[in-house]
T-cell receptor, first 113, second 110 residues
Framework: NAGVTQTPKFQVLKTGQSMTLQCAQD?????MYWYRQDPGMGLRLIYY???????DKGEVPNGYNVSRLNKREFSLRLESAAPSQTSVYFC????????????FGDGTRLSIL | RKEVEQDPGPFNVPEGATVAFNCTYS??????FFWYRQDCRKEPKLLMS???SGNEDGRFTAQLNRASQYISLLIRDSKLSDSATYLC???????????FGRGTSLIVHP
């Protein structure tokens, strides 16, 4: 029962480096999401993909790009990492528009020095 | 006014106590509601959906009041393991984006 799988679980980067966070789900869900969560803060939506082939900005998209590679996979890319992007990143998926709950991966803890 | 509001707490209760949290929402087009549990530095996990008629899962009871636009979560016979942050989530009809509350912190002590 893998559900939503995120890699890596931990990463330390230097300012200006780039990296891609990977997310895959095996529940045949149409919609996928990327969130960040900072200490003492709620979840903030970065980007989402309502269905394969589409992506849209969320609340805090600046500094990020995404790719919906296929129905299973949704990646998040930091082109030039900044210390303000130090956070815990969660990927989530859900079955359909708004009616079903989201299922979350166990997160990627990213530190940018 | 925030779309989804929760009392951040913390609610500090002894083992065995009954505790209740409320969550208010502002959009009358909200159609589906959920409670999630989030442990420190872990991912949110679905605790239960909230149905119009109210629903129960063991020690947990969820209720929806559409007229007053709030949902509630009642935890009976609290356990130490119930200590966590409880997130309220609201989905608006026709939207792909759920709205999360900031969460209510619960601490159950011996």
């Amino acid at each position: 029962n893998a559900g939503v799988t995120q890699t890596p679980k931990f990463q330390v980067l230097k300012t200006g480096q780039s990296m891609t966070l990977q997310c895959a789900q095996d529940m045949n869900h149409n919609s996928m999401y990327w969130y960040r969560q900072d200490p003492g803060m709620g979840l903030r939506l970065i980007y989402y993909s309502a269905s394969e082939g589409t992506t849209d900005k969320g609340e805090v998209p600046n500094g990020y790009n995404v790719s919906r590679l296929n129905k299973r996979e949704f990646s998040l890319r930091l082109e030039s990492a900044a210390p303000s992007q130090t956070s815990v990143y969660f990927c989530a998926s859900s079955e359909s528009r708004g009616n079903q709950p989201q299922h979350f991966g166990d997160g990627t803890r990213l530190s940018i020095l | 006014r925030k779309e989804v509001e929760q009392d951040p707490g913390p609610f500090n209760v002894p083992e065995g106590a009954t505790v209740a949290f409320n969550c208010t929402y502002s959009n009358s087009a909200s159609q589906s509601f959920f409670w999630y549990r989030q442990d420190c530095r872990k991912e949110p996990k679905l605790l239960m959906s909230v149905y119009s008629s109210g629903n129960e899962d063991g020690r947990f009871t969820a209720q929806l009041n559409r007229a007053s636009q709030y949902i509630s979560l009642l935890i009976r016979d609290s356990k130490l393991s119930d200590s966590a942050t409880y997130l309220c989530v609201v989905n608006v009809r026709g939207s792909y984006i759920p709205t999360f509350g900031r969460g209510t912190s619960l601490i159950v002590h011996p």
